[in-house]
């Protein structure tokens, strides 16, 4: 009797655990379905813990953790459900989509596109795959761009954040936003006529004719932002080619004077370009800068212009750094800090805001750049004495010596994260503690620059 009575208690708490199951199951499906993966995913997860055989299961953590945003957690459950879940290897190539891996992320689509047959997210892949590609394309050579500066600014006033020196020429910018470069010599200029670029060379005091520049140059359904180094012979401008990452993409020719033909445009790559808009890429030789312009991680109508140290010949990032690390530094989402160059100039050879055909900017005379700090859409400090308020001068100082802590700061991060990466897992424990103390420290100086720069302006205006 005592053994049937035992029996009975069991078989009663096996059924009301299944109930409880079964209802904790329903639950979580419809949560699911519902689009609720937040609520969802610690309710799958507790299922999944119970019962790590079930598929379903594993294929919906996984689904909930890419929605989460938790891609490297997703990723190794839905590697178990591929057999038996075909659109495990979509979310597989959504996943190293959004990770920046895109020879993963390419093979991951296909391998839908071969075991769906069909799909009504067969064009919507297809698209997928071509940007991967294009990535894949520019990922294994990143620039490593050393940046000095950004600024936000609305793009109908782009060239105030170009305040070039005389030897650069000069930019105009026209009502409808196209630009037209002018040598330093005044006798050969670069423009947008229609939807192709232009040349035109002036003899004595009389423009010549206008031509066009060749199908090298001119290949996109759109051209403009030219910009011609002091050589004369090496020509950036922007371009809406299909072969793009989308946008206006930067890219980079140059002039055969032997033969009158230039070179096929290259795409610069990353960096500066991105799936957003990137254009106008200048360099001022002469005062050691580069700027370039894109729309990324921008509201309408505005524009981050950044400014960088311009080096004679370009370095790469080390093909040994993580996926994480390039894709974030191919994103600008990380980059290398540097000072802006002091140089020595001549009042002859000041630098100058590029022109603006609403007003022409005012002249300035100027014995150093050290300084250089923005006011605000229409004005630009370049020296120390452009400051009319004191207690601003002062706070500049403060200012200034914050930036380059931030820069030296950024630099250590971007060593200590390398090492890291590198370190085995019982290394990484005893490295967590020095690079949380930097983070800490960077986000400090960042606010401490940023309520500094409100209140200068504000002393200032």
């Not at 000095?148 to 005389?166: H, Q, T």
Request: glycine share 4%; charged share 30%.
């Amino acid at each position: 009797m005592k053994i049937f009575t035992k029996l009975t208690i069991v078989c009663l708490f096996v059924l009301a655990a299944g109930s409880m199951t079964a209802q904790t199951a329903k639950q979580a499906n419809q949560l699911f379905e519902a689009g609720k993966y937040a609520e969802a995913l610690p309710v799958y997860e507790k299922l999944h813990s119970s019962n790590p055989s079930n598929l379903l299961y594993t294929y919906r953590v996984a689904r909930c953790l890419q929605e989460a945003g938790r891609y490297t957690e997703a990723l190794p459950l839905f590697e178990k459900t591929e057999k038996k879940y075909t659109l495990s290897y979509f979310y597989e190539g959504e996943c190293f989509q959004a990770l920046w891996r895109p020879d993963d992320a390419i093979a991951s689509y296909r391998m839908y596109i071969i075991e769906s047959m069909s799909s009504d997210r067969t064009e919507y892949v297809q698209e997928q795959i071509a940007i991967a590609e294009k990535r894949s394309r520019y990922i294994h050579r990143v620039t490593d761009v050393k940046i000095i500066d950004s600024v936000y600014i609305s793009k109908s006033d782009l060239l105030r954040a170009y305040p070039l020196s005389r030897e650069a020429g000069t930019l105009t910018q026209s009502a409808d936003g196209s630009i037209t470069y002018t040598n330093q010599r005044g006798d050969k200029r670069f423009f947008t006529q229609g939807t192709a670029l232009q040349q035109q060379s002036r003899l004595l005091s009389e423009w010549d004719r206008a031509e066009n520049l060749p199908a090298s140059v001119n290949r996109g359904s759109r051209q403009d932002y030219p910009f011609c180094m002091i050589d004369g012979t090496t020509l950036y401008f922007a371009s809406q080619a299909e072969d793009g990452m989308g946008g206006w993409d930067i890219y980079m020719t140059r002039y055969n004077p032997a033969t009158n033909t230039y070179a096929a445009a290259e795409n610069i790559g990353f960096p500066f370009n991105s799936e957003g808009n990137d254009y106008l890429y200048v360099i001022d030789e002469q005062m050691g800068v580069g700027y370039f312009a894109t729309d990324r991680r921008c509201s309408d109508g505005q524009v981050c212009v950044y400014t960088f140290l311009a080096e004679d010949k370009p370095s790469y990032l080390p093909m040994s750094m993580s996926s994480e690390q390039l894709a974030a530094f191919a994103q600008l989402k990380e980059y290398h800090r540097a000072e802006r160059p002091v140089v020595e100039i001549s009042e002859e050879e000041e630098p100058e805001p590029a022109t603006n055909t609403k007003e022409k900017a005012t002249k300035k005379k100027a014995t150093e750049s050290s300084v250089f700090f923005i006011v605000d859409d229409r004005t630009v400090y370049t020296k120390l004495k452009d400051f009319q308020n004191a207690d601003a001068r002062s706070l500049y100082k403060q200012y200034a010596g914050w930036q380059k802590e931030l820069t030296e700061t950024n630099e250590k991060l971007v060593e200590k994260r390398k090492a890291y990466f590198e370190a085995s897992s019982k290394k990484r424990l005893s490295m967590v503690t020095s690079i949380l103390e930097l983070e800490k420290r960077r986000s400090e100086l960042q606010g401490q620059i940023d309520k500094a720069a409100k209140k200068i302006r504000k002393l200032e205006k």
